[in-house]
Nanobody, 125 residues
Framework: QVQLVESGGGSVQAGGSLRLSCAASGLTRSKYCLAWFREAPPNEREGVAVIDSHGISDYPDSMKGRFTISQDNAKNTLYLQMNSLRPEDTAMYYC???????????????????WGQGTQVTVSS
């Protein structure tokens, strides 16, 4: 059974940085996608970054250059390094796993069957 547990959220001033972590267990398949999503009502859930089992990552244009997704396979941990944070980055951040074997796409959150409980990020101006 896949379990995902996020940590590292908090409050930071605009321009600051945070690193989110997601401890993953049960990823027994050799091919998978891991991703970070965020949600800030009333906005819809938004893909932030995705990485596949080969370490290939992808981001929306608005995140490129500011956010970096990475994974430490030895520690079974997914990371999201967030720099130059803006107030509009305020949201609940979730990590998610897709074991379907389909191509990884941060736009297709319906493909992600496993989700963590989320960690709150608040950026003040």
């Amino acid at each position: 059974q896949v379990q995902l547990v996020e940590s590292g959220g908090g409050s930071v001033q605009a321009g600051g940085s945070l690193r989110l972590s997601c401890a993953a267990s049960g990823l027994t398949r050799s091919k998978y996608c891991l991703a970070w999503f965020r949600e800030a009502p009333p906005n819809e859930r938004e893909g932030v970054a995705v990485i596949d089992s080969h370490g290939i990552s992808d981001y929306p244009d608005s995140m490129k250059g500011r956010f970096t997704i990475s994974q430490d396979n030895a520690k079974n941990t997914l990371y999201l390094q967030m720099n130059s944070l803006r107030p509009e980055d305020t949201a609940m951040y979730y990590c998610a796993a897709d074991l379907s074997g389909d191509p990884c796409d941060y736009r297709d959150y319906d493909d992600f069957s496993y989700w963590g409980q989320g960690t709150q990020v608040t950026v003040s101006s």
